[in-house]
């Protein structure tokens, strides 16, 4: 079994409190199917898939020998003016699950390039249309879009944008859709639509024509998970198509089959002009993300730049990396072959059946959930996000990983998970959660 490191001071950890981790170090050293293993050999249950990318479960020897081949034929392949055969074959492979019409794909290697490649992509649009005054940008209160310059201002997790004040682009936030008074509903709110007049009344204000685009998540993860209502997203749509704002659903978490649909456009009938994707586009063996549009605004930026010259001047080193076309290819195929998708959308019943036994425990604030995924949120602690902290420690310490933000754990397992496997986190998570003192 792997050991522990005799030197922990020159990693930088990200999202980390580091003096905290330097004492009580938490680590992994092997993993498999839905379990971890500690370098000193203690199993623990992965109940967030990772960070939401190991949709297919870890340790997936398809994908590993689909990396080793590539390596052993094409390690490396620039995309600047050059291409690698199997990034189209990926292309390809992704348009063939995509809402219809989103079927021009950009690849970047992280969800936080996929994300700044939109703003690009959406900027460089409308320059093409002839409306270059649409620089400003809509997003929501508690939304994550990463941590690049435009995701940091595409935020509405206020920590994510504090030190960062002075860089941050032209952005303005609508509010979000929790409401108190829907505390423990499961799947989606049936009250809230008019929470999407939000966007009109910022179009009143700021004038829809300087507006390029609106970004959400259809179902707002890193905070805990918070369901659209129904109408919500489809309201948004009629906004944005009425003062010609392009929409931007940011999948990068509820994308490949997450939700129980391939992407969560479809589960909710709402299709974007733009998406970004990642994670679990390679079940989080390789970086790899993309951004589908829809092909008119792949057209419109191309017919009208001069032929002499490249069309978006935008792009990365590791641009459709071929190893992690490989890796993302062989991932697409575990989906299909074992029916994830379709597995996930049968098994949300249970999943949410065990959710909601939490109902009753003390520390248990508000449930949410929707597909595979779910939100539990906890009473408040002294000081905002302690009780989170202390929780997920306490999680781990009982043998459960559950991703934390704030005091809110993000319950999401692989779409592989068994019932009993499944039954064994619900489990932890009561003698956690049940404790009249933490």
Sequence with gaps: MTQMPINMDHHWLPFTNNRLFHKEPQMFARAEGVRYWTPEGREILDGSSGLFTCAAGHGRKEIAEAVYKQLQVLDYSPHFQRAAPISFELAEALSGILPEGLDRIFFGSSGSEAVDSAIKICLAYHKAKGEPQRTRFVSRAWAYHGVNLG??????????????????????????????????????????????????????????????????????????????????????????????????????????????????????????????????????????????????????????????????????????????????????????????????????????DGVFSLRNLPHVHDLRGHGMMSGIQLTPGETPGAKGSLVQRKLFDEGLHVKATGDALIFAPALTTSEEDLSMMIDVLQKVLGKAEL
């Design 151 to 352: 995701g940091t201002s595409l935020a509405g997790m206020v920590n994510n944008r504090r030190d960062f004040s002075g860089v941050t682009c032209d952005v303005v936030h609508m509010r979000h859709t929790w409401n108190e008074d829907q505390r423990f509903t499961r799947g989606q709110p049936q009250d809230g639509a008019w929470i999407a007049e939000d966007l009109e009344e910022i179009c009143k204000t700021y004038g829809g024509e300087t507006i390029a685009a609106v970004f959400v998540e259809p179902i707002a993860g890193s905070i805990g998970t918070i369901v659209p209502p129904v109408g919500y997203l489809q309201k948004l749509r009629e906004i944005a198509d009425k003062y010609g704002i392009l929409l931007v659903f940011d999948e990068v978490i509820t994308g490949f089959g997450r939700t129980g649909s391939a992407f969560a456009a479809q589960e909710f009938g709402v299709t974007p002009d733009v998406m970004t994707m990642a994670k679990a586009i390679t079940n989080g063996a390789i970086p790899m993300s993309a951004v589908a549009v829809k092909t008119e605004i792949q057209k419109a930026v191309i017919d009208s730049i001069t032929a002499d010259r490249p069309e978006l001047m935008h792009g990365y080193t590791y641009s459709a990396h071929p190893v992690a076309c490989a890796a993302a290819l062989a991932t697409l195929g575990i989906y299909k072959t074992e029916g994830l998708f379709e597995r996930a959308a049968s098994l949300s019943s249970t999943f949410l």
